[in-house]
């Protein structure tokens, strides 16, 4: 899977090579907004690039092979795509929660190709706004088990206000919460698929030294979480 930063820091994943494709590529990035005909699937936007100097026809997903519980919504047919021609449709994908990949074909009129998206873990969860009181009391109820705290240390490019934000909110798909200290930064969301709370706290001390606490009632989510947030902050 090879991935390329775009704006933003969203960054988008190449889905079918135009070689494996016979002239077609396909590539897709999480657009973090609902996907409208199911609020508990992850919205996938897909691009496909007819590259070669026959059309295709047909294009449309068949065959998706998928964990238990987890769900596919495809996107209407692509009745035709003309050489040189660029395209973009959506596909909600219910990943139940976790990081399973979902499998699938996409095929066209002539060929079958197998397609995997595997989210990362922040792609599986949609924005909370939140007062800061509501946070606290939030986070009063998803102490013990439900709590992980690691330390790591900044580095000097990630130390002002907007770098850590910035790595923070390309990392996962997260609303950042008011808060009253200048050296502590909050964030909360909920799962797309169970809504499962995900609180994020980062405070930051002397010479780059920080603490980062996860509080989510998923133990799995806030172990991904702490691991993906920690290697954006210390890269």
Known sequence: ?????????????????????????????????????????????????NNSEMEFRNLRIAEPKLQSGMRLQ??????????????????GIDFCDSTQAANFQLCSQTRQ??????????????????????????????????EIKEKLTLPEKCRSDQAIVQKVLSTANLGRVPCGLDNEYRFAARTISGGALVLVTLVTKEGGAAQLTINCEKMVIGTMMVKDIMQALTQ
């Open 74 to 91: 495809g996107f209407k047919e692509i009745a035709i795509l003309q050489p040189g021609e660029v395209t973009a449709d959506t596909l």
């Open 113 to 146: 190709f197998y397609m995997s998206i595997q989210p990362p873990v922040g792609e599986l969860m949609m924005p909370v706004f939140m007062t800061e009181n509501t946070f606290k009391k939030e986070q009063g109820k998803l102490m013990g088990m439900n």
């Open 1 to 49: 899977m090879v991935s390329s930063p775009l704006l933003g820091g969203v960054k988008t994943y190449e889905l079918l090579h135009r070689i494996t494709g016979e002239g077609l590529s396909v590539e897709y990035y999480f657009n973090r907004r609902p996907f409208s005909p199911d609020h508990t699937m992850v919205s996938v936007q897909m691009q496909f690039t």
